[in-house]
């Protein structure tokens, strides 16, 4: 599976939209770009997963460039408990595991 | 999506001792994943559990170490085995695939000391 990166941290302010950027410059054909994120002391949360078309669900859209090297996942209007680390994973979807990277830090501010 | 019930949700113990860690869901799935946070990291695959076969380790995790059962559809161990201080970690099952998403226990907080 190709690998990601992603800053380390961002911050963002209350009510505004959250831009989170991935770098995957080795995708292949086959393999999906997920989006989980983790507030502090639970588990990983689904967010949402796209091929190639730009997604959108109750939660966040997810735009992925034409050349598929990089997506963004915007979180609309930011809240406080959207406080998390957020990680970006490139995946064959027909079988098999998820390997996640360092994520980014997201802090939301009043 | 599936419901994952992990216990326990959080243990100390003592250093030379084993725990058991179960991930209980409430359907059936095929594959189950183990997987390990240790203190500000991200978190790192220790193995793939597939009904009626042994587990798949990833490297660095051996079966000694973190023996994996697997008796059913819905259940699954993990043991941490002769533990130190460095596996003072959360540890974390997962479930799901295909075209949806994983989803993730709410995991074990392991203290050894």
Not at chain 1, 37 to 43: E, L, V, W
Not at chain 1, 68 to 90: E, F, G, M, Q
Request: proline fraction near 5%.
């Amino acid at each position: 599976d190709a690998k990601t990166t992603q800053p380390p941290s961002m911050d963002c302010a209350e009510g505004r939209a959250a831009n989170l950027p991935c770098n995957h410059s080795t995708i292949s054909g086959n393999e999906y770009v997920y989006w989980y994120r983790q507030i502090h002391s639970q588990g990983p949360q689904y967010i949402i997963h796209g091929l190639k078309n730009n997604e959108t669900n109750e939660m966040a859209s997810l735009i992925i460039t034409e050349d598929r090297k990089s997506s963004t996942l915007i979180l609309p209007h930011a809240t406080l408990r959207d406080t998390a680390v957020y990680y970006c994973i490139v995946r064959n979807d027909s079988w098999g595991k998820f390997q996640f990277g360092a994520g980014t830090q997201v802090v939301v501010t009043p | 999506s599936a419901v994952i019930s992990q216990k326990p949700s959080r243990d100390i113990c003592q250093r030379g001792t084993s725990l058991t860690i179960q991930c209980q869901v409430d359907s059936q799935v095929t594959m189950m994943f183990w997987y390990r946070q240790q203190p500000g990291q991200s978190l790192t695959l220790i193995a793939t559990a597939n009904q009626g076969s042994e587990a798949t380790y990833e490297s660095g995790f051996v079966i000694d170490k973190f023996p994996i059962s697997r008796p059913n559809l819905t259940f699954s161990t993990l043991t941490v085995s002769n533990m130190s201080p460095e596996d003072s970690s959360i540890y974390l099952c997962s479930v799901g695939g295909g075209y949806g998403g994983y989803t993730f226990g709410s995991g074990t907080r392991l203290t050894v000391v």
